[in-house]
């Protein structure tokens, strides 16, 4: 069936680097622009990253600018987010989606913990 | 990139319908037809209710529908169940490409 897994999450002290991966499986994955969305606890969510089918577009909240980039591998079905310079704000849970509609997230991933303490 | 503005909380008794308040600017909600809304239960990932304004997923009860005017885009659901109750949020595209969320409402079930 359609799905998205993330992994990659765990503790990381302030500084470090992590990347965070994507697994699809049941569709067509070089045909979707993929976004990463991120959850704080007890929060709401907070939009990441966009990256389009092609990886030609790129677009990120201006809170990980910089910091963060998106990429992804077609021929494994794989979406990145590496992550560097984390700070404390950047503890939540990532989400990855599908996008179907200009702006809709038809498909998400069950999300994984990135902690960033020391 | 502010957050959309929505309401923290909203309550309804089984059966009654409520609607939910997404009012962003004339950059994202006022500028296109690109309003989608997820509704998240706790500790579950979030689900599309609704796409493009006013369109809803296959498996989507026609209970959920959305409503745009100007900057700010609505959720009505009709005929609450219990199982309605949940955190509803709303996102936008951008006109400078990038999706903003709002900050969610907590939608009780009397």
């Known amino acids: 069936q359609v799905q998205l897994v993330e992994s990659g999450g765990g503790v990381v002290q302030p500084g470090r680097s992590l990347r965070l991966s994507c697994a699809a499986s049941?569709?067509?994955?070089?045909?979707?622009?993929m976004h990463w969305v991120r959850q704080a606890p007890g929060k709401g969510l907070e939009w990441v990253a966009l990256i389009s089918y092609d990886e030609v577009n790129k677009y990120y909240a201006d809170s990980v600018k910089g910091r963060f980039t998106i990429s992804r591998d077609n021929s494994n079905n794989t979406l990145f987010l590496q992550m560097s310079s984390l700070r404390r704000e950047d503890t939540a849970v990532y989400y990855c989606?599908?996008?179907?509609?200009?702006?809709?997230?038809?498909?998400w991933g069950q999300g994984t913990l990135v902690t960033v303490s020391s | 990139q502010s957050a959309l503005t929505q309401p923290a909380s909203v309550s309804g008794s089984p059966g009654q319908s409520i609607t939910i308040s997404c009012t962003g600017t004339?950059?994202?909600?006022?500028?296109?037809?690109?309003v989608s809304w997820y509704q998240q239960h706790p500790g579950k990932a979030p689900k599309l209710l609704i796409y493009?304004?006013?369109n809803r997923p296959s498996g989507i009860s026609d209970r959920f529908s959305g409503s745009k005017s100007g900057n700010t885009a609505s959720l009505t659901i009709s005929g609450l169940q219990a199982e309605d109750e949940a955190d509803y949020y709303c996102?936008?595209?951008?006109?400078?490409?990038?999706?903003?969320f709002g900050g969610g409402t907590k939608l009780t079930v009397l």
């Open positions: 493009d304004v006013i």
């Open positions: 989606a599908r996008q179907n509609s200009l702006n809709g997230f038809d498909i």
């Open positions: 049941g569709f067509i994955f070089s045909n979707y622009a």
């Open positions: 996102s936008s595209y951008t006109t400078t490409s990038t999706r903003v």
């Open positions: 004339s950059s994202d909600v006022g500028f296109y037809y690109y």
